[in-house]
């Protein structure tokens, strides 16, 4: 019998081709769990499996998916991850698309359909499809991943924040909803990593200085085990 924390678990991780995703996915696979890697980019998927091939022996299931224009393979999810494993045990969503820092009174209704549709329309979509397994589950685990954009209301951050807050009230009302339940719901902030996204943002930034994935992957996983007990928390993640 596997001693491993996450030995049996099934998990699917959203953006998981790069960055926190595929560390978080890399970590979860060495704890034990099969993931599920969801992203829109076919070769970094591949390269994720390939770490954790290299890292555990066994692959990964790749679901190469782009969460804002693919709503029906996505409303599926839930159900077809059942019929192929079983189960459902963790859900991460850890894909996030920053677009442009702009104005408030220049965002254009394209930019903004792409940063709500991924950041916060996909969390709902995923609460949906994910809903009844993690519930099924005796351990189910969900975790969301938000950003300090919207705590600090800085100028032309509104449009990421306002989806990330929008995607924090939906995880954390689930939360309240499903209280009484064994399912465990939290929000998780990364802090200042050294990812695509906040290169993007910040492109003078030394990344040397910050935080890796790999720093706060172990911190991430931790909230998914059955042994966590929060619920409802908006947890800071230290390296």
């Known amino acids: 019998m596997s001693t491993l924390p996450l ?77 192929r494993f079983g189960r459902l045990d963790i859900l991460v969503h850890a894909a996030g698309v920053l677009n442009k820092l702009t104005p408030v009174a220049h965002i254009e209704p394209r930019d903004w359909n792409e940063v709500v549709a991924v950041n916060m329309t996909a969390a709902w979509r995923l609460i949906r499809t994910c809903d009844p397994p993690l519930r099924a589950s005796d351990a189910g685990r969900a975790v969301f991943l938000t950003s300090f954009a919207l705590d600090a209301h800085t100028a032309y951050w509104g449009m990421y924040g306002a989806a990330k807050a929008g995607m924090e009230h939906l995880a954390l009302t689930w939360a309240a909803e499903v209280s009484k339940t064994p399912l465990r719901v939290n929000i998780a902030d990364p802090g200042e990593v050294g990812t695509y996204l906040r290169a993007h943002a910040f492109p003078g930034q030394d990344k040397a200085k910050l935080r890796t994935p790999q720093d706060v992957a172990p911190g991430l996983a931790a909230l998914c085990t059955p042994e966590e007990t929060r619920h409802g928390a908006r947890v800071a993640i230290e390296a």
């Open 7 to 83: 030995a049996d678990r099934v998990a699917l991780v959203t953006g998981a081709s790069r960055g926190i995703g595929a560390a978080l996915a890399l970590q979860l696979a060495t704890m034990g769990a099969q993931c599920v890697l969801l992203a829109r980019t076919q070769g970094g998927l591949e390269e994720v499996d390939d770490a954790i091939r290299g890292a555990t022996g066994r692959g990964a299931t790749l679901l190469p998916m782009d969460l804002q224009r693919q709503e029906k393979e996505l409303d599926m999810l839930g159900p077809s991850i059942v019929e």
